[in-house]
């Protein structure tokens, strides 16, 4: 009982500090390391603290994902759509497969085999899975009545550094510190 009451103190805290710098994901160590455990099925007190290690870490990254939209037509309707749907379902199918899990005592998919609803069950309850997932689908497969895909993905802004030999301030920009480029050549 004290150590719910601990979690639940430190989730607390994880939320007032997430509403002070604006992020908006929230806190969601504390889920993602008893997904992890329900998953392994290992309980060792170290695995928790180097997978919060590795989440934490890692939950820095996120922000470079999103970075990558101002190359991006905001103020085309393919994009504007695939980038709400993609939210709103990242919010929703894990909210459903999370409150489904509490109710029911197990994930929406229930089949005979655990190893296999676990596979399913625990990535859907991941809202950048599944916001990750609805996005690249979606990306991918829809077109414009003008074929502007491409512009509209940001594609023209990456042209100049698809190739290193396109752009004269690669080898600047690439450069290594300490002269090491002459053992750790560019390609």
């Known amino acids: 009982m004290m150590m719910t009451s601990f979690i639940a103190l430190v989730e607390g805290i994880g939320v007032l500090l997430d509403s002070f710098f604006g992020t908006a994901s929230g806190t969601s160590v504390l889920a993602e390391n008893i997904g992890l455990l329900a998953l392994t099925r290992v309980g060792s007190r170290r695995v928790v603290q180097i997978s919060a290690g590795f989440m934490i ?6 922000a470079v994902g999103l970075s990558y939209l101002q190359f991006c ?5 393919r994009t504007l759509f695939i980038l709400g ?3 709103f379902m990242g919010l929703s199918v894990p ?9 029911a005592g197990h994930g929406p998919v229930h089949t005979g085999a655990r190893w296999f609803n676990d596979m399913i069950n625990v990535p859907f309850s991941s809202k950048p899975f599944v916001g ?14 003008d074929g502007a895909v491409r512009k509209d993905r940001g594609y023209h802004w990456w042209d100049k ?17 300490f002269n ?5 050549p560019s390609v």
């Open 57 to 62: 870490f890692f939950s820095v990254l996120g």
């Open 85 to 87: 749907f993609s939210f």
């Open 161 to 177: 550094s698809r190739s290193f030999k396109k752009d004269a301030r690669s080898e600047e920009f690439y450069s290594l510190p």
């Open 95 to 103: 909210q459903y497969f999370n409150e489904f899990t509490a109710v």
């Open 132 to 145: 990750g997932l609805v996005a690249y689908v979606l990306d991918n497969t829809i077109m414009t009545k």
């Open 73 to 77: 037509n905001l103020n085309s309707f």
């Open 180 to 184: 090491l480029n002459k053992f750790f």
